[in-house]
């Protein structure tokens, strides 16, 4: 199990735009499956974008689909999600978990995923 930390989070207005990233600092995260989940007080845990170890091939929620986009930077270990025109409902706790499989991470939920951050807010509002 993998410690992973976010960064990114923060205050933005409806239509705004935020950059989570998801590292570690021993671990090739290229070699894991890193997932982007988010929690809403009062609901659950909701899978929100994956990108799958090593082949990289990506997963998005229907409600993000066409305004996050997740991708690697092998460079600096990270993974990253670009949220774009964000909504109130987007608001959250927004945690990276990762999973080292060679299962592809659109099958995998959160029960998968055997390593997580400490989940960094995102709140939309004017």
């Known amino acids: 199990q993998l410690q992973l930390v976010e960064s990114g989070g923060g205050l933005v207005q409806p239509g705004g735009s935020l950059r989570l990233s998801c590292t570690h600092s021993?671990?090739?995260?290229?070699?894991?499956?890193i997932g982007w989940f988010r929690q809403a007080p009062g609901k659950e845990r909701e899978k929100v974008s994956c990108v799958s170890g090593r082949v990289g091939k990506t997963a998005y929620a229907d409600s993000v689909k066409d305004r996050f986009t997740i991708s690697r930077d092998a460079a600096k270990n990270l993974v990253i999600l670009q949220m774009n025109s964000l909504e109130p409902a987007d608001a959250g706790v927004y945690y990276c978990a990762g999973r080292h499989t060679s299962r592809p991470c659109n099958v995998l939920g959160s029960a998968d995923f055997d390593s997580w951050g400490q989940g960094t807010q995102v709140t939309v509002s004017y």
């Open positions: 021993e671990y090739n995260l290229s070699d894991y499956s």
